[in-house]
């Protein structure tokens, strides 16, 4: 056996009742190398890694580390042998510190006294260029903090092997380069790492060889440096993909929403949007671009009544069908009564916008129960909606009365935007539409919104990705610090100048 | 009011306080790793007539009781029975999954069954109602320290003229206080009830921890019943439940306390002078207080005041969750089971 085999999964099976989460795996992870698992939603790349961090246990199949049989049943047993995972809903507690965290679960070795764990914790840090502070409330952190806080944890408990989930989902680009800088440094220092990620240009970036899973099979292995995207897409989808959104001028446009001096203060008086103006027409994507908490969400949530604008601003509704409407004031239910069709994709899907333990019919019943008549439920027609989204959308679910919750993450996105699109609006708006979907998922989700810029709906896509927001917009409105520092025609405007709009504000705004 | 009020109502307050802080202390320590278990009034019943009986058969087999003997069984009874009745909890918990309201609920109404079962077959045995009594193992759990209880004038008769138990449980909420927060073991426990799927994958097991939180902690609460019987009652029993009646104090006492136990050392107390307000509020206030509410009846008024705990605890909920600090609030997965391969 080769000495630098970190881990060897042989024929790896697992199942979760009825469905084949993985089916025959095999693959090695290397030392001195960072390994991507590519693969679509439900391919499993997750799953298989659980084994190895003992959250799942296969059943059948073997896995040997450092050459030898083991059994992993639990994630005690996962640190005993160098493993470390790094999940991408973190396993961190609120109300500990840092510090906490990182000894939480060991024996005590150093009395009641932290001192110890303080120094050998300092020191993981300046090894690897990490910076935290020890004491600080995970409540208090970011994000990028927070998964910091997982690496540390993990290098602590001395593992060798390091498997991260979706790391850089939720991180703006410098912290992914951060990030990528760190984990270079490990590499380098002998350990072995595993992404599992869906995004192509991280794989082509970070990665030295590339697995890639599909449907809970493993289709193959190739070093990154023989390979490219599109060999990669192919192997991760099974089919030939194009990776270009087909975007359509469209010649007829409406006035449909005029925003004027929108402003929106939060709970500490702070203005998170700040005098916004911008005209919404129909028949065109705008997207909007800004580094995360710029307003954007806040934004949104004004337009549809969610949130309470500061007096003087203004947003007026212009509909074919129904006159001219001003928004302001009114309550999200009332905008609904006027007749007006705006469809609002939350950025927290499970939170907002479905109910997790719910079907999915019961999900479309819940924005269409006060149009039947008399105080019984009328569920044929959602059923029939429901089916109408499943097969359209090809959503995977065991049945239609399934909670959603249980749905992977693609497959919870597809069914409220599918919702949201069969109300037929006349506006929608999306936020972080595709956050954690894999490249075909995404590609379906954009096709959609490209299908409802063509019925003359006017779309609103706030986006992290701005290859994507380049590509689909047709004008891009950037926000600064709840300001608009911006609006660019998507088909000219590059990267290099919406990157710069997002971080500077302009001078004399 | 006079010198002698103040101080018996400081001593009822003080007696009163003893038993939630009991049922507190427990419950605290189970709601620390998740498990909101709302059958502590049950459990407290339990634990009352479980150290009744043992006394009570213990009693009745000897001619002269040995003290000793006396608070050994009776503690032993007591605590088998609670840990038994946490250790079922568990079980359709913690194993089985079920809901913890719903469970918790049900253990009350089996707990306080099962006493008044049992309180009225000891009454029957005992030769009928208001005959029963352990006059000496009660008297041994009053017991009170020489010298200190009584050559200290006021200072003894505020301080140590109690029952030894209500310095055990003061003890032990200050130790809980400490093992929450300063040993390891403690902060794993606080892990499991604040991030279940975290703290597996940090290597803890969590379903041992549940259980001995669970089960120390009905063992503890139970002692609150035990307290309640020999020391409150004086080694007496009625089927008026007035036990589970305390024992929904103390589940309100833990969130009065936002979940650290060092604040039950002192909101026990408060709660107990709450509770008496009605007897020793002065006549004037009483009578200007009932033209207020307009209550024509002297016992419509006692209820109202009873209430004051709970209203109490209703006012330090809001306050605390308006402030939303969240070193304050409850165990985030508390009420909730944990299943590993749960997505």
Redesign the interface.
């Known amino acids: 056996m080769d000495n630098n085999c970190a881990v060897q999964l042989k024929d790896i099976t697992k199942t979760f009742g009825a469905v084949v989460a993985n089916e025959n795996v095999s693959f090695d992870i290397r030392k001195h190398e960072v390994l991507a698992i590519l693969g679509e939603n439900g391919s499993g790349k997750t799953t298989v890694m659980n084994m190895l961090a003992g959250i799942y246990y296969p059943d059948s199949g073997e896995i040997f580390v450092n050459g030898n049989l083991v059994s992993i049943k639990d994630p005690k047993d996962a640190y005993d042998l160098g493993i470390g995972m790094i999940h991408q809903h973190y396993k961190l507690i609120d109300v500990f510190s840092a510090l906490e965290n990182i000894v939480l679960g060991l024996k005590n070795t150093d009395g009641n006294d932290l001192e110890s764990a303080r120094k050998r914790v300092n020191e993981i840090c300046s090894r690897y260029g990490f910076d935290i502070d020890p004491d600080m409330k995970v409540y208090d952190m970011t994000v990028s903090q927070k998964q910091t806080l997982e690496i540390i944890k993990v290098l602590y408990r001395g593992a060798e092997i390091l498997i991260l989930d979706e790391p850089t989902a939720v991180l703006t680009p410098q912290e992914t380069s951060r990030l990528f800088n760190v984990l270079r440094n490990m590499r380098d220092d002998g350990k072995a790492i595993v992404i599992i990620t869906h995004k192509l240009n991280e794989v082509m970036e970070i990665s030295d060889r590339v697995t890639i899973l599909r449907k809970g099979q493993y289709i193959g292995t190739v070093n990154t440096s023989e390979t490219n995207p599109q060999q990669l897409t192919e192997m991760m989808v099974g089919e030939k993909i194009t990776l270009d959104i087909n975007r359509d001028f469209i010649e007829e446009k409406h006035l449909r929403l005029e925003v004027k001096n929108l402003t929106v203060k939060n709970i500490e008086g702070k203005k998170v949007v700040d005098d916004v103006t911008f005209n919404l027409y129909s028949g065109e994507v705008l997207g909007i671009a800004g580094i995360s908490g710029s307003g954007q969400k806040e934004l949104l949530e004004a337009i549809m009544g969610l949130q309470k604008p500061e007096p003087g601003s203004s947003v007026v509704y212009y509909s074919t069908a129904h006159g001219v409407h001003e928004l302001v004031g009114l309550s999200t239910k009332e905008i609904i009564s006027h007749g007006l069709h705006l469809a609002f994709v939350p950025e927290d899907r499970l939170g907002m916008g479905l109910v997790g333990n719910m079907g999915m019919t019961d999900n479309v019943l819940l924005k269409r129960y006060r149009k039947g008549k008399g105080p019984l439920l009328h569920r044929q027609q959602p059923m029939q909606t429901a089916i109408k989204i499943k097969d359209e959308l090809d959503v995977k679910t065991p049945s239609l009365d399934y909670p959603v919750r249980k749905l992977s993450g693609g497959n919870v996105q597809k069914v409220l935007v599918g919702r949201e699109i069969n109300n037929k609006p006349t506006v929608l708006m999306t936020a972080y539409a595709v956050r954690g979907l894999d490249i075909n998922t995404s590609y379906a989700i954009y096709n959609l919104l490209n299908e409802q810029k063509k019925r003359g709906v006017a779309v609103v896509y706030v986006g992290e990705d701005l290859d994507v927001l380049l590509a689909l917009s047709d004008r891009i409105l950037v926000l600064c610090n709840g300001k608009v520092n911006g609006i660019l025609d998507g088909r000219t405007a590059n990267k290099e100048e919406v990157g710069l709009l997002m971080t500077h504000l302009k001078e004399g705004e | 009011m006079t010198l002698d009020m103040i101080i018996a109502w400081i001593t009822a307050a003080v007696t009163f306080g003893t038993v939630i802080m009991f049922g507190c202390v427990g419950e605290t320590l189970n709601e620390k790793a998740g498990g909101l278990n709302l059958g502590t009034p049950g459990v407290m019943m339990l634990g009352g007539i479980a150290s009744l009986a043992g006394a009570f058969f213990y009693e009745k087999s000897v001619a002269v009781p040995n003290p000793i003997l006396c608070v050994l069984i009776s503690l032993i009874s007591c605590l088998v029975a609670t840990a038994l009745a946490g250790l079922l909890y568990g079980f359709l918990t913690i194993t089985l999954r079920a809901n913890q309201n719903v469970t918790g609920l049900t253990l009350t109404m089996f707990g306080t069954g099962i006493a008044n079962f049992f309180g009225g077959s000891l009454v029957k045995l005992s030769g009928g109602v208001g005959q029963i009594s352990v006059a000496a193992t009660s008297k041994a759990f009053k017991a009170t320290m020489p010298i200190l209880s009584t050559k200290l004038g006021i200072v003894s008769q505020l301080l140590f003229k109690y029952g030894w138990l209500t310095y055990v449980i003061l003890a032990l909420a200050f130790a809980m206080q400490y093992f929450f927060n300063?040993?390891?073991?403690g902060?794993?426990l606080?892990?499991v009830g604040?991030?279940p799927?975290?703290?597996?994958?940090?290597?803890?097991n969590v379903t041992l921890y549940k259980y001995m939180a669970c089960t120390i902690g009905s063992a503890i609460a139970g002692l609150g019943g035990l307290y309640y019987v020999m020391d409150y009652v004086k080694g007496t029993w009625s089927n008026d439940s007035g036990i589970e009646a305390l024992g929904w104090l103390a589940v309100a006492l833990v969130i009065f306390t936002s979940w650290k136990p060092k604040n039950a050392t002192w909101g026990a107390y408060l709660f107990g002078f709450c509770y008496w307000i009605y007897l020793y509020i002065p006549a004037g206030i009483n009578s200007m207080l009932m033209k207020l509410f307009k209550v024509t009846r002297t016992t419509y008024m006692q209820n109202l005041y009873k209430m004051i705990p709970y209203i109490v605890t209703i006012i330090v909920l809001v306050l605390v969750s308006s402030r939303n600090k969240?070193?304050n609030?409850a165990p985030?997965s508390l009420g909730t089971s944990y299943f590993?391969?749960e997505?």
């Open positions: 300063k040993t390891r073991t902060l794993n606080r892990s604040e991030n799927a975290t703290a597996d994958a940090a290597g803890i969240r070193d609030q985030q590993r391969e997505r």
